[in-house]
């Protein structure tokens, strides 16, 4: 199925964020031992002709947070079920640096993570800097217990400069490209399928975020932050 109706467009143009679009999540307690706070501030987010998010250290007598990052989201203003989906990003690199473009469903909350599904477009990790995962997460398929729908690949100078991380999502498979180089598809088993398995059949919305250290994170070497991603442009069609 092709999708060639644009139903959303984000080019973060001028100086502010477009709140109609997006959440910024603010908060100390987070998922897989990250050592980050999310804030929501000017320091670590920046609107001009392009986002910028940055991960930053602090002096210990500043906050209670040494190290503060960014989480934004689309939940509540613009969510999907099926379509194409191309964020162009530079993803910076650094120890303990944790950047990720992905996806939650809109009943996360009601229902518990995993059973609930979670997409992922594109995950790094600073300790492996030119390498690129693509993975899905459901009940039966997670990384909690090692069965996490994955692929990775090192693709040489992939922080250098900007990149088309794009995810074609139709009710048969969900697919994984980078500048139109097609590099993994997760096909939906035939016939009856249970939730467990697959739960994408289901309105999912858009975070961008970058996370330090952590479980999968790793070392944090201050010495390499702030850590930084960019990004130009977000489009979906359907």
């Known amino acids: 199925m092709k999708h060639t109706h644009l139903v959303f467009e984000e080019l973060f143009a001028g100086t ?25 501030d000017s320091d670590h987010l920046i609107v001009k002709d392009g986002l910028t998010l940055l991960a930053k250290v602090h ?13 934004m989201n689309t939940r509540g203003k613009q969510e999907w079920q099926y379509g194409t989906f191309i964020v162009r990003a530079k993803v910076g690199y650094g120890m303990g640096s944790w950047p990720a473009i992905w996806f939650l469903p809109t009943d996360i909350g009601k229902v518990k993570w995993p059973r609930c599904g979670e997409i992922d477009l ?17 009940e039966w398929f997670n990384h909690m217990i090692k069965t996490q729908r994955t692929a ?26 980078i500048d139109e180089h097609h590099y993994a598809t997760f ?7 249970p939730v467990e398995s697959w739960p994408f059949d289901k309105p999912y919305y858009l975070i961008l975020n970058i996370a330090v250290g952590g479980t999968w ?13 960019d990004i130009a442009s977000v489009r979906v069609y359907q």
């Open 217 to 229: 994170g790793g070392k944090i070497e201050e010495k390499d932050m702030p850590y930084q991603m």
């Open 122 to 138: 594109m995950e790094n990790v600073g300790r492996d800097p030119e390498v690129i995962h693509f993975s899905l997460h459901t």
């Open 59 to 71: 002096p210990k007598h500043e906050t209670k947070c040494r190290y503060q990052s960014v989480r």
């Open 16 to 40: 502010e964020l477009n709140r109609s679009h997006w959440n910024v999540e603010v908060g100390d307690k987070w998922h897989n031992a990250e050592a980050q706070c999310y804030v929501d």
């Open 187 to 193: 096909e939906k088993p035939a016939g009856e399928v």
């Open 152 to 177: 990775f690949f090192k693709i040489p100078h992939i922080h250098e400069d900007f990149h088309d991380y794009k995810m074609v999502w139709t009710k048969e498979a969900i697919s994984f490209y």
